[in-house]
């Protein structure tokens, strides 16, 4: 069965910063790949997916994650933090295509600081 | 533009009532989802449908069920609520294979 690691319930950085969120997944077949951010008092919504083309996906709001099968990997990036980017953020993967059911990881609280 | 709703953004209920949680999309969606969102554990799947009456087990269906009489509505169910099920329950939809859309989640307090 499939599973998702994310490493750091909590991540702060500055205005301006690198963002790093990091994820990592288990999955006995090629996996589908997903980023999703909720912002306060709202539902989750996608960032950005990975579904074998391109390793490098980019998303919506700057935001990219690389795919690196050699380290089971689904890190997200952003060059530069800005203060709207404050959220939660959660890895998720999929093997089943059909009605994607999809496996969640713990979230990531991200701060930003002024 | 896409709109999941869930009737209500808080509710409380006592402990032993029978809570029935509401999920409407108006995007002609064949998915729908119930996943409860508790802190450190993020999202866990209970129940899905892919088609009207149509259902299967999630990760966690004890003391869920669900209804899906028309497309578009996707119910929750808890039999006899009891304080475990003090949670966030966020409702989604999709297509085959496209992003899943979510609702703004109903809080729910059992005491």
């Known amino acids: 069965a499939q599973s998702v690691t994310q490493l750091g319930s909590h991540v702060s950085v500055s205005e301006g910063a690198l963002v790093l969120l990091r994820c990592n997944y288990s999955?006995?077949?090629?996996?589908?790949l997903f980023w999703y951010v909720q912002y306060p008092n709202q539902g989750l919504q996608l960032l950005l997916k990975?579904?074998?083309?391109?390793?490098l996906v980019k998303g919506i709001n700057g935001f990219e994650a690389e795919f690196k099968k050699s380290e089971t990997s689904f890190h997200l990036t952003k060059p530069s933090a800005h203060m709207s980017d404050a959220a939660e953020y959660f890895c998720?993967?999929?093997?089943?295509?059909?009605?994607?059911?999809?496996?969640f990881g713990q979230g990531t609280r991200l701060t930003i600081n002024p | 533009d896409v709109k999941v709703t869930q009737s209500s953004r808080y509710l409380v209920k006592r402990t032993g009532e029978k809570v029935f949680l509401e999920c409407v999309q108006d995007?002609?969606?064949?998915?729908m989802f119930w996943y409860r969102q508790d802190p450190g554990l993020g999202l866990r799947l209970i129940y899905f449908?892919?088609?009207?009456?149509?259902?299967e087990k999630g990760d966690i269906p004890e003391g869920y069920s669900v209804s899906r009489e028309k497309k578009e509505r996707f119910s929750l169910i808890l039999e006899s609520a009891s304080t475990n099920q003090t949670s966030m329950y966020l409702c989604?939809?999709?297509?085959?294979?496209?992003?899943?859309?979510f609702g703004s989640g109903t809080q729910l307090s059992v005491l």
């Open positions: 998720a993967v999929s093997e089943i295509q059909g009605a994607q059911k999809l496996v």
């Open positions: 990975y579904t074998s083309a391109a390793t």
């Open positions: 449908s892919y088609d009207v009456k149509m259902k």
């Open positions: 989604a939809s999709s297509l085959a294979f496209e992003k899943l859309f």
């Open positions: 995007m002609d969606h064949e998915n």
């Open positions: 999955s006995s077949v090629p996996p589908y």
